[in-house]
């Protein structure tokens, strides 16, 4: 039986320039700028200094970033590479209004892995190109390190190109006992496959599948999880359920 997952196609776009911040531990290294562009420490977990850090971890501490290509979004994405979870206010800037909309707010955790934290929430009427992370590294008396930020919109296609990646690639079976197909259809570039948990560590990485019926066995715990398929242009996510 197979069943075909819901794929959707999202703009990701990294951020492009400081505006403004509470402290930086150096410079360059662990500087706010280190929190530019794609991810550079992701996946791995550390006191690594290609992620901005604040001088200590006694205060509540921020970070403002800028997005060349504002867009309406319904997520961000924040890379935790240390101290992940200290995480607690995230807003969006209002371009009309000048204030900043809250567009997650939780209690801050040590959870200690790598993660892409993926905040999600509707879609904002505006086009967004400022947002201010807000970071809570008291609880956990450890500095906090962000890699990358990204402004994601989930329902936006990217071009006809994405339609067709989405359009052409299968995974299955849904739910799965751990074993995954990957059908790339008509898909003849390289393609690379990642798995996160909903927390967002990765807990699968492979590059460069290019075999059109690709199997994986998954050795993981039971419970879902977010399957992403990407090209050097393409990206498509859905959740897998492993049982
Ligand atoms: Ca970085």
Known sequence: MLITSTISAQIINYADSVVDFSSEYDTPEWSAQQALGVPDVYPMYGDIYEAWSPEDYEYREFIELYFE??????????????????VDTVYVKDPGTGNWDVVYQGAPADLGIARIFRIGFPMTTYNVSEVRIAVDGIFANNYTEIDAVALVNSQMNTGIEDNIFVESVSVFPNPSQGTLNID????????????????????????????????????VVAGTYIVELSTKTDKAEFKLVVE
Do not use: C, H, R, W
């Not at 290509?69 to 200290?86: F, L, M």
């Open 69 to 86: 290509n504002a867009i309406s979004i319904d997520s961000i994405y924040i890379y935790e590479t240390y101290t992940s979870g200290s």
């Open 184 to 219: 790339l259809g008509d898909i003849t570039e390289d393609v690379s496959l990642k798995v996160f948990s909903v927390l967002g560590e990765m807990v699968f990485q492979k590059e460069q599948i290019n075999t059109p019926l690709y199997q994986v066995d998954l050795d």
